[in-house]
C-alpha cells in the first residue's frame, strides 16, 4: 500500500478507493471557487484544475507528529476526521519570513503564525506554501483528510498574480463543465 504522501506513513488515497468522482464535483463546484475567492492573487484559472485527497492518522503506535514543511498544493483543506478524545497534535503555522523570491505576503493575516486546535469536524483552508507543522499527539487517536488542489500535472503556483490579472466572482464560480442535469 502507498504511503499517503512522502512524510506520512499511515493513511489512505481516497482516489484509489472510489472516491475521485465525487471529490472532483466537490472541488469544481465548492472548493476551487471558494480558494479563488480567499488566495485570488495564487488561484487563476487553471492553478487548481487537480486535486490529490488522502487521510492522515496520528496515534502513539504510528506518527504522532509531523515535522516542519509546505505542501505540495496551491491551496490546502485539512478536515479533522474521527472521535474526540485525543491530546495535543495541534497544527502550527509559521510567520512567512518574507524573504524569497514569491514570499507570502507580510501583514496578510493568512500568511502569520499560530496554533489550531483540531477538533471533529473542523476544516482548515490555507495556502499550500504557508509553513506548518503537527506538533506531537500526546494521547488518542486523530485522523485528517487532506486535499490539496494544483495546476494540472501537479504544478503549484507561487508567483503571485497583480490585482488586475485576479479572476473575478463570475469566473471563479462558473458551473461545472459536463452535460446538463436531467430534467
Known amino acids: 500500500q502507498r504511503r499517503p504522501n512522502g512524510m506520512n506513513r499511515y493513511g489512505v488515497i481516497l482516489d484509489q478507493v472510489g472516491m475521485e ?4 464535483g466537490f472541488v469544481a463546484a465548492y472548493l476551487r471557487p471558494l480558494a479563488g475567492m480567499l488566495f485570488p492573487e495564487l488561484v487563476g484559472a487553471q492553478d487548481a484544475e487537480e486535486h ?40 502550527k503555522f509559521f510567520a512567512s519570513g518574507g524573504s524569497g523570491m514569491y514570499a507570502l505576503p507580510r501583514g496578510n493575516l493568512s500568511a502569520g503564525d499560530g496554533q489550531i486546535a483540531f477538533r471533529p469536524g473542523m476544516a482548515l483552508l490555507h495556502r499550500g506554501q504557508h509553513k506548518h507543522q ?24 507561487v508567483a503571485p498574480y497583480a490585482v488586475g490579472e485576479q479572476l473575478g466572482p463570475a469566473q471563479r464560480w462558473r458551473p461545472p463543465e459536463g452535460p446538463p442535469p436531467p430534467a
Open 134 to 157: 503537527a506538533l506531537p499527539l500526546l494521547a488518542g487517536v486523530r485522523t485528517n483528510l487532506v486535499l490539496w488542489l494544483m495546476g494540472r500535472h501537479g504544478v503549484v503556483r
Open 21 to 24: 468522482a465525487a471529490l472532483e
Open 52 to 91: 490529490y485527497a488522502f487521510t492522515v492518522r496520528y496515534e502513539a503506535s504510528g506518527d504522532v507528529e509531523l515535522a516542519k514543511h509546505g505542501d505540495a498544493s496551491v491551496v490546502t483543506l485539512n478536515l479533522c476526521l474521527g472521535h474526540p478524545g485525543w491530546e495535543g497534535g495541534t497544527l
